[in-house]
């Protein structure tokens, strides 16, 4: 069983950064696509970014491209999405998931975490 735990979220002014942390178990980094999805309050969960278990294919959202950006450390099992220039429209609770490909990501991942609130003021 695949476990995820992000860290990192909290509240932050606009135009300011924030780095998230999605800590999973031993060698799911190595064995599946992670992605970032998001969900604001009255709004559906999307996909904002992704990254291919071998780090060659990356995805981002057409909302966060230039701002945000995914990477990962095989050796510490952990993904990472850094964020920058935040405005309020990314305030949202963030979770971590894991899935055999990205296309799969999108409609369904196999696994979530519990989730990180991320809230930026105006």
């Known amino acids: 069983q695949v476990q995820l735990v992000e860290s990192g979220g909290g509240l932050v002014q606009t135009g300011g950064s924030l780095s998230l942390s999605c800590s999973a178990s031993?060698?799911?980094?190595?064995?599946?696509?992670m992605g970032w999805f998001r969900q604001a309050p009255g709004k559906e969960r999307e996909l904002v970014a992704a990254?291919?278990?071998?780090?060659?294919?990356?995805y981002y959202a057409d909302s966060v491209k230039g701002r945000f950006t995914i990477s990962g450390d095989n050796a510490k099992n952990t993904m990472y999405l850094r964020m920058i220039s935040l405005t309020p429209e990314d305030t949202a609770t963030y979770f971590c998931?894991?899935?055999?490909?990205?296309?799969?990501?999108?409609?369904?991942?196999?696994?979530w975490g519990q989730g990180t609130q991320v809230t930026v003021s105006s």
């Open positions: 990254m291919s278990w071998t780090g060659t294919s990356t």
């Open positions: 031993e060698r799911t980094l190595a064995s599946y696509t």
């Open positions: 998931a894991a899935g055999p490909n990205i296309p799969k990501l999108r409609t369904g991942p196999n696994f």
